[in-house]
């Protein structure tokens, strides 16, 4: 059964003639009565008795006209929901961006981006780097912002921006009135991390291991928030980003000197797929605004 002959069935079960349905379609009532003959042997059962050469809709019959008149309005709504998707002025896009973007970076660039697009819809997703370029190669989203680049193949990349790292230590802390601090002299320091998977984690191991620093980890966690509030906590210290908004006032970021600390945050899609044209049109936006910053 076709989306077209699910049609026919039912405008032939709401006039119940095939004349008057044939004529109301267009179409030929002998092609009509063969399409009718084809839906009832796939159906299994006759779906009209026949009455004084007129039809009549039978228990049968209402059962499949329920199905069908269902089965046509999600496929207009799929249909509808398509070419919605493709209109880069009034589509969706399926965003996924990692936690410690979410405080800044990610808002501001929606805000700024709707101002331009105000149809435009989002379907976002937060989460931890590994998770986000798995959910672009399933095709649950359309692009990523994350850091650092996708070591896996089958991505495309483009930088946004970079973040310098820091060491963040409580305020009193010895190396707190420090201008600059090397990863090193914080060897002996009780370290707070994020979770393995973590790209900041991978580059704060990759530091550390430049360092020859072979740190205590005495805690891993989900998002750099709860990092700092443990730092300030007095449990240990930790590498992040500098934050852009100053940070709290009871903790010192202190600039590393490490060459390699910093945090390149970019722009991640399925190489092999064709974005859609309101997420091609987000992915371009922050690509210039990139370029001009």
Not at 56 to 84: K, V, W
Not at 104 to 129: D, H, T
Request: charged share 25%; glycine share 6%; hydrophobic share 45%.
């Amino acid at each position: 059964m076709n989306l077209e002959e699910l049609q026919w069935f039912v405008v032939l079960a709401e006039t119940e003639h095939v004349t008057d349905a044939a004529a109301e379609l267009s179409v030929s009532q002998p092609t009509l009565s063969r399409a009718l003959a084809r839906f009832e042997r796939e159906a299994g059962t006759p779906l009209f008795d026949r009455v004084n050469r007129r039809l009549r809709l039978n228990a049968y019959g209402q059962i499949m006209l329920e199905h069908a008149t269902r089965s046509i309005a999600e496929i207009r709504t799929a249909t509808e929901r398509i070419a919605a998707l493709r209109d880069p002025n009034s589509g969706r896009v399926r965003l996924a961006f990692l936690h410690s973007l979410a405080n800044w970076f990610v808002p501001e660039q929606l805000r700024r981006f709707r101002e331009s697009a105000p149809a435009v819809g989002f379907e976002l997703f937060q989460g931890p780097a590994h998770e986000i370029t798995k959910r672009v190669l399933d095709g649950q989203a359309d692009i990523a912002i994350t850091a650092p680049r996708p070591e896996a193949p089958g991505f495309g990349w483009r930088r946004l921006y970079v973040d310098q790292l820091c060491l963040v230590v409580p305020r009193g802390h010895r190396l707190a009135a420090r201008a600059r601090v090397r990863l090193s002299a914080a060897a002996g320091e009780p370290f707070i991390a994020l979770a393995e998977q973590a790209g900041l984690r991978q580059l704060t191991d990759q530091l550390l291991a430049e360092d020859n620093v072979s740190p205590e980890i005495v805690f891993e966690a989900t998002e750099i928030p709860t990092v700092e509030g443990l730092v300030v906590a007095g449990f240990g210290v930790a590498v992040v980003p500098i934050p852009r908004d100053g940070g709290t006032s009871r903790t010192v970021h202190v600039p590393l000197s490490n060459p390699g600390a910093k945090r390149e945050v970019g722009l991640a899609w399925g190489r092999d797929k064709t974005l859609p044209p309101p997420a091609q049109r987000f992915a371009d936006f922050l690509s210039s605004d990139a370029s001009s910053a």
